[in-house]
C-alpha cells in the first residue's frame, strides 16, 4: 500500500486541478456519448432517441431505435460512474465532468508509474507534467465524456506491459490495447502493430497477445451485429464520411496548421521526432524495440487520419484531438531524447512552457471553445489565435492557471518516490546497451 500511495496522492492532485479548471462547456458529440450511457444504467438499452440532442447527424435511427455511432465501448467503462450519477439531479455538463476527470487523471498516474520505471524521477515527472498540462489531455479531454481519456489510460497500461518482462506481459498488453481498441476503433493500428511484434518473438508470447484481445475484440463484433445488422458494418458505415482527404494537405494541418496542428499547439512534442530517430538509430536494444514498434504505429495512425475524410474532427474543441491517440507515444519519446541529445535539452524548458501556457489559455471557459470557424483563414479566427488573443487582453485567468500548474507540479514532484535500485542516468546508459528493462 506504501507504494501506492504516491500515485494515489498525485491522481488527487490532477483530479482536483482539473476539476477546477472545468469549463462546462456543451459539445454534441460528447453529449451523444452521455446520453448513450444514461440509457444503459437507467434503461438497460443504449436507444438515445428519448433524449433531446441537436446533432441528429451523428445519432442514427436503425430499426425503432436511434444510436450513436461512436458505439457502447465508452458507456460500458463509464456505467459505474453514471450508474451512481444518474440517481443524482445533476447537469448533465457536470456528470460529463465527473465521469471524464478521472480517467484523465488515471492516465496521468500511469504515465507518471510509466516513466518513472523507464528513466528515473526527475525525467518521469517532467514528462508527466508535460503530458498532463501541456497537451490537450487538459483543456479537451478533461472538459467533457469524449473517449480520449479512457482510451489514452488503456493504452498507456498497454505501453507498460510491452515493457515488462513478466510472463503474462502480452496478455495484459493485448487486453488493454484491444480494450482501448473497443473504445475507439482507431486504436487498432496500434493492436496490429503490438501483435506483429510479439508475433515476431514467438508463437508463445503471440499467443497470449491473442487472447488478451479476445474479448474487446469479440465485444466490438457483437456491438455491430447487434446494433447496426452486421459483424464487420461499426456505426461510424453510416456517418457518410469515409476516406477522401486530401492526405498532403490533412497532414500539414494534423501536423503544423494553425487550426489543429499538433506541434503548433504543443510544440514540446516535436522532441519526439529526435527521440524516434534515436530509436531508429539504436533498434536493437531492449526499450528501442520497443519504442520503435510503438513509433511506426504512431506514424501509421497519423497517415490513416490524414486520409480520414474530416481529419479536422469537427468544431467546439480546443486545438488537435485525433492526435491525442499517439500523444502518450509521442511524451514517451520525447523523455527518452533528453538524456542524449544536447539541443532537445536546450529547448525542451522553453518549448514545455509554452505549451503548457497555450494549455492555459484554451482551458479558459468560452462558448465554442475557441473553434467556431471551419477552415480558418486567419490566425484570428483559430482556437489558438482566439484564446491567445483573448488571454493578452484578460490575463489574469490565464495567470492563475499557469500558477496552478506551477504549484500541482511542485506537488507532484514532492510525492513522487525516487528509483531505489539506482540513478536514472546509469540504468538509462545500460537500457541503451540493451540490457532487458524488467518493470516491477
Not at 232 to 250: D, I
Not at 332 to 347: K, Q
Not at 375 to 382: D, E, L, R, S, W
Not at 400 to 414: E, K, P, T
Request: glycine share 10%.
Amino acid at each position: 500500500m506504501r507504494k501506492l500511495a504516491p500515485f494515489a496522492a498525485v491522481f488527487v492532485i490532477v483530479t482536483a486541478f482539473y476539476g477546477t479548471t472545468y469549463s462546462y462547456r456543451h459539445i454534441t458529440d460528447t453529449d451523444l456519448n452521455s446520453h448513450q450511457t444514461r440509457a444503459l444504467v437507467l434503461h438497460g438499452d443504449i436507444n438515445i432517441g428519448r433524449y433531446d440532442f441537436s446533432r441528429p447527424k451523428y445519432a442514427i435511427h436503425h430499426g425503432a431505435n436511434q444510436y450513436s455511432i461512436y458505439g457502447v465501448g465508452v458507456s460500458l467503462i463509464g456505467a459505474p460512474i453514471y450508474f451512481f450519477l444518474a440517481h443524482f439531479y445533476l447537469s448533465d455538463r457536470i456528470a460529463q465532468g465527473v465521469a471524464a476527470i478521472p480517467f484523465v487523471a488515471g492516465a496521468i498516474v500511469a504515465m507518471l508509474w510509466l516513466l518513472l520505471r523507464l528513466f528515473g524521477k526527475k525525467l518521469a515527472v517532467a514528462g508527466t507534467v508535460v503530458f498532463a498540462f501541456g497537451t490537450t489531455m487538459w483543456p479537451l479531454a478533461s472538459m467533457a465524456f469524449y473517449t480520449h481519456g479512457p482510451v489514452a489510460l488503456l493504452q498507456i497500461l498497454g505501453v507498460c506491459a510491452l515493457f515488462s518482462e513478466r510472463e503474462r506481459a502480452p496478455f495484459w498488453a493485448g487486453l488493454a490495447f484491444a480494450g482501448a481498441m473497443f473504445i475507439r476503433p482507431t486504436v487498432f493500428i496500434f493492436v496490429v502493430a503490438v501483435g506483429i511484434f510479439y508475433l515476431l518473438r514467438g508463437i508463445g508470447p503471440a499467443v497470449k497477445f491473442g487472447i488478451g484481445s479476445f474479448a474487446p475484440i469479440a465485444g466490438i463484433l457483437i456491438q455491430n451485429r447487434w446494433i447496426w445488422g452486421s459483424w464487420l458494418k461499426s456505426g461510424y458505415s453510416f456517418a457518410g464520411v469515409g476516406f477522401h482527404g486530401n492526405v498532403q494537405r490533412a497532414l500539414f494541418g494534423l501536423l503544423f496548421g494553425w487550426w489543429r496542428g499538433l506541434f503548433v499547439y504543443s510544440p514540446i512534442l516535436l522532441l519526439s521526432v529526435a527521440g524516434f530517430i534515436l530509436v531508429v538509430r539504436k533498434r536493437r536494444g531492449y526499450i528501442e524495440q520497443r519504442l520503435l514498434t510503438l513509433g511506426i504505429a504512431s506514424i501509421a495512425t497519423i497517415l490513416f487520419y490524414a486520409r480520414w475524410t474530416t481529419w479536422w474532427g469537427g468544431l467546439s474543441q480546443f486545438g488537435y484531438r485525433y492526435l491525442l491517440d499517439v500523444v502518450p507515444v509521442l511524451i514517451v519519446l520525447s523523455v527518452y531524447a533528453m538524456p542524449s541529445v544536447t539541443r532537445v535539452r536546450s529547448i525542451a524548458i522553453p518549448a514545455g512552457v509554452v505549451s503548457i501556457m497555450t494549455m492555459a489559455a484554451g482551458s479558459v471557459y468560452s462558448l465554442g471553445a475557441w473553434d467556431v470557424v471551419n477552415f480558418p483563414k486567419h490566425f484570428g479566427q483559430t482556437s489558438i489565435g482566439q484564446a491567445w488573443t483573448v488571454a493578452l487582453d484578460d490575463p489574469l485567468p490565464r495567470i492563475i492557471r499557469f500558477a496552478g500548474v506551477l504549484i500541482a507540479s511542485a506537488a507532484i514532484w514532492w510525492v513522487t518516490p525516487p528509483r531505489e535500485d539506482e540513478d536514472a542516468s546509469r540504468r538509462f546508459l545500460k537500457e541503451r546497451r540493451g540490457a532487458p528493462m524488467l518493470m516491477e
